[in-house]
């Protein structure tokens, strides 16, 4: 199991930024593909954008263009840049392994409003 804990969510009006980070425990890290989802209120929960271990990236089309993710495997983090807000990114969101089962943490709250 890697224990996963999420930081950096807030109050945010629509049009700013938000980066979001995941420290990750354990040794595997830097070999797993690694996500990004979010849930909103009475929605499931959606894949936002996820990095491979090498580095590859991919977006959902929800947030292309907005959102970037990024790893720094040496300190067992990946990274979620948020720009553009909108309000329907407000969520909860999680990061996650993408192709292997895991627990989940508890998410960081994103609210955009005005």
């Known amino acids: 199991q890697v224990q996963l804990v999420e930081s950096g969510g807030g109050l945010v009006q629509p049009g700013g930024s938000l980066r979001l980070s995941c420290a990750a425990s354990?040794?595997?890290?830097?070999?797993?593909?690694m996500g990004w989802y979010r849930q909103a209120p009475g929605k499931q929960r959606e894949l936002v954008a996820r990095?491979?271990?090498?580095?590859?990236?991919n977006y959902a089309d929800s947030v292309k263009g907005r959102f970037t993710i990024s790893r720094d495997n040496a300190k067992n983090t990946v990274y979620l840049q948020m720009n553009s807000l909108k309000p329907e990114d407000t969520a909860v969101y999680y990061c996650?392994?993408?192709?292997?089962?895991?627990?989940w943490g508890r998410g960081t709250q994103v609210t955009v409003s005005s």
């Open positions: 354990g040794t595997i890290f830097s070999l797993k593909t």
């Open positions: 990095i491979s271990s090498g580095g590859s990236t």
């Open positions: 996650n392994l993408v192709f292997s089962a895991n627990s």
